[in-house]
């Protein structure tokens, strides 16, 4: 139990287009979900935290307006980033946190990344 | 706040012989800990995970880690390393009262030589 599907795992665009990244839960309610930065050989740096029917939580210094999050239902967040330029280019990771229910451990799913790439 | 430090940024042993990553943490309650691995360009798969019960915490793959408050130290280990054991590997706490955010360490790179 507990699978987080990430989509797509590779998407290259072109400079000024948007991306969208989709994350859900394949077997459980995930109330909040997070989305993760990570560049090469480094930590995963947190961008947002996404709880389902309300407005994403930025961590600072990350532009709202630049990686927009919609977190419509218990299984489903995106995160889209528009009007990507190649410093954009990055992988980036979501988890969900079961909400209810015997796996409610206050444990992170992770899904297995998208490598976004800019050109 | 809490914080995590990995002692070491990449760490190199010999197949079958032991495993030893280090993280020590920082925090001013009893904290959650966690040890997560990522192979090359995949997500983050749990290996385990401290809540305030045992000290000594197994988890998937034969690893396990002690919680030694007394030297604030959560290290990983293995007995014997396996191949498929190379990986990068993350020590991680849950921040307090902020809706279950998790404090990654830096990560430690582990290879193993055949």
Redesign the interface.
């Known amino acids: 139990g507990a699978v987080?599907s990430?989509h797509p795992s590779w998407v290259i665009c072109k400079s000024g287009t948007s991306v969208k990244i989709e994350c859900r839960s394949l077997d459980f309610q995930a109330t909040?979900m997070?989305w993760y930065r990570q560049f090469p050989k480094?930590?995963?740096m947190?961008m947002a935290?996404s709880?389902e029917g309300s407005k994403a939580?930025y961590e600072q210094g990350v532009e709202k307006d630049k990686f927009l999050i919609n977190h419509a239902s218990l299984t489903l967040s995106t995160l889209t980033v528009t009007s990507a330029h190649p410093e954009d280019s990055s992988?980036y990771?979501c988890?969900a946190?079961v909400g209810r229910g015997p796996l409610a451990?206050?444990?992170?799913?992770?899904?297995?990344?998208t490598?976004l790439s800019v050109l | 706040a809490q914080s995590v430090t990995q002692l070491d940024s990449h760490v190199s042993v010999s197949e079958g012989t032991p495993v030893l990553l280090r993280c020590n943490y920082s925090s001013s309650y009893s904290p959650?800990l966690?040890w997560?691995v990522q192979h090359p360009?995949?997500?983050?798969?749990?290996l385990l995970?401290y809540?305030s019960a045992a000290t000594l915490v197994k988890g998937i793959n034969g690893f396990e880690a002690e919680f030694k408050k007394s030297e604030t130290s959560f290290h990983l280990t293995k007995p014997s390393a396996h191949m498929s054991d190379a990986a990068e590997y993350?020590c991680v706490v849950?921040a307090q009262n902020q809706?279950?955010?998790?404090i990654?360490?830096?990560?430690t790179e582990l290879s193993v030589k055949p």
């Open positions: 987080v990430q909040t997070f480094q930590s995963l947190l935290t709880n939580t992988f990771i988890s946190r451990k206050n444990i992170q799913y992770f899904g297995a990344g490598r | 959650s966690f997560y360009n995949k997500g983050l798969q749990l995970k809540t993350f849950s809706g279950g955010k998790l990654f360490g830096q990560g």
